[in-house]
């Protein structure tokens, strides 16, 4: 085992803070999608909810035209508020889906790119310690080669070995700085969306609950429009059916005429009764 390969295995603090970042990213792009398919779930029922608010409301619209009259204005007004209560809650779709939905679709997208960051910098390590194993293989040939019996043209070949040296440990060089930019500005970006993320989730998640509290406002008062319609209804002035009046209850009765027979009895002797 080379040099070269025993420090590729051995891990830098850099290299496990690296890793606990990996594993973070990768644990919150779990979640994440967990909460985008919830998310999408809700923004599909609240579709299906509205549609269904629709369908609900041509029903009793639909309903009151063969109620009876006192019944009319309060199934046409029930039809009316659901109606209302449809376009509301389409209303709510489209905020939900561009409000929460949408932020929550970019966050995975914006972990993505994290997690390509993460890619490029074990790329540039791989990188470094390759140039680091090929300037350890030409520093081994070259000392193989300074040992070897002298023989013509061994000078020449020194020296095309040292100067392959001096390249290798130049691209070695380089091949470290660029590693070491990448994974500073790595971590730059990744604190950097630590930081937006923990602040637009606050606002996506306050956002979604002042959302919901103005829904649920705008509906609860759609419903409380029907309160007085539906307590006004009077189902004694034509709410039912059409019925024969009670004898006693319809009208003040016309006593029938009293026979001749008891044509005596006096006033006095009626109100006794």
Same mark, same amino acid.
Not at 8 to 20: A, G, L, M, Y
Not at 65 to 88: F, K, R, W
Not at 250 to 269: M, N, W
């Given at each position: 085992?080379?040099?070269?390969?025993?420090?590729?295995?051995?891990?830098?603090?850099?290299?496990?803070?690296?890793?606990?970042? =990996?594993?973070?990213?990768?644990?919150l792009e779990s979640q994440m999608q967990?909460?985008?398919?919830?998310?999408?779930?809700?923004?599909?029922?609240?579709?299906?909810?509205?549609?269904?608010?629709?369908?609900?409301?041509?029903?009793?619209?639909?309903?009151?035209?063969?109620?009876?009259? =006192?019944?009319?204005?309060?199934?046409?007004?029930?039809?009316?508020?659901?109606?209302?209560?449809?376009?509301?809650?389409?209303?709510?779709?489209?905020?939900?889906?561009?409000?929460?939905?949408?932020?929550?679709?970019?966050?995975?997208?914006?972990?993505?790119?994290v997690k390509e960051a993460l890619a490029?910098?074990?790329?540039?390590?791989?990188?470094?310690?390759?140039?680091?194993?090929?300037?350890?293989?030409?520093?081994?040939?070259?000392?193989?080669?300074?040992?070897?019996?002298?023989?013509?043209?061994?000078?020449?070949?020194?020296?095309?070995?040292?100067?392959?040296?001096?390249?290798?440990?130049?691209?070695?060089?380089?091949?470290?700085?660029?590693?070491?930019?990448?994974?500073?500005?790595?971590?730059?970006?990744?604190?950097?969306?630590?930081?937006?993320?923990?602040?637009?989730?606050?606002?996506?998640?306050?956002?979604?609950?002042?959302?919901?509290?103005?829904?649920?406002?705008?509906?609860?008062?759609?419903?409380?429009?029907?309160? &007085?319609?539906?307590?006004?209804?009077?189902?004694?002035?034509?709410?039912?059916? &059409?019925?024969?009046?009670?004898?006693?209850?319809?009208?003040?009765?016309? &006593?029938?005429?009293?026979?001749?027979?008891?044509?005596?009895?006096?006033?006095?002797?009626?109100?006794?009764?």
């Open positions: 085992m080379t040099l070269s390969t025993k420090l590729e295995q051995v891990k830098s603090d850099q290299d496990i803070t690296f890793d606990e970042i =990996a594993t973070y990213v990768q644990n967990n909460v985008a398919k919830h998310t999408a779930a809700i923004v599909k029922r609240g579709r299906e909810l509205a549609q269904g608010l629709f369908e609900f409301g041509l029903a009793f619209t639909l309903l009151g035209q063969h109620e009876t009259e =006192a019944l009319v204005s309060a199934l046409t007004q029930m039809g009316h508020t659901a109606d209302q209560l449809s376009l509301i809650a389409a209303e709510q779709v489209e905020k939900e889906q561009l409000w929460f939905e949408e932020p929550i679709v970019d966050y995975i997208q914006m972990l993505g790119a490029k910098r074990q790329e540039s390590r791989k990188a470094y310690f390759g140039r680091v194993s090929d300037k350890e293989h030409k520093a081994t040939a070259l000392e193989k080669l300074k040992a070897s019996p002298d023989k013509p043209g061994k000078a020449e070949k020194v020296t095309a070995a040292e100067g392959a040296l001096t390249a290798a440990e130049e691209a070695e060089q380089l091949a470290k700085e660029h590693f070491e930019e990448v994974s500073a500005r790595a971590l730059e970006e990744m604190d950097r969306f630590k930081q937006t993320k923990a602040d637009d989730m606050r606002k996506v998640v306050l956002d979604y609950v002042q959302l919901q509290i103005q829904y649920n406002k705008r509906m609860e008062q759609q419903w409380a429009t029907l309160v &007085p319609e539906i307590e006004a209804i009077d189902v004694d002035q034509g709410g039912a059916a &059409p019925q024969p009046p009670p004898a006693a209850a319809a009208a003040e009765p016309t &006593p029938p005429p009293v026979p001749a027979a008891d044509a005596g009895v006096g006033d006095d002797d009626e109100v006794g009764v």
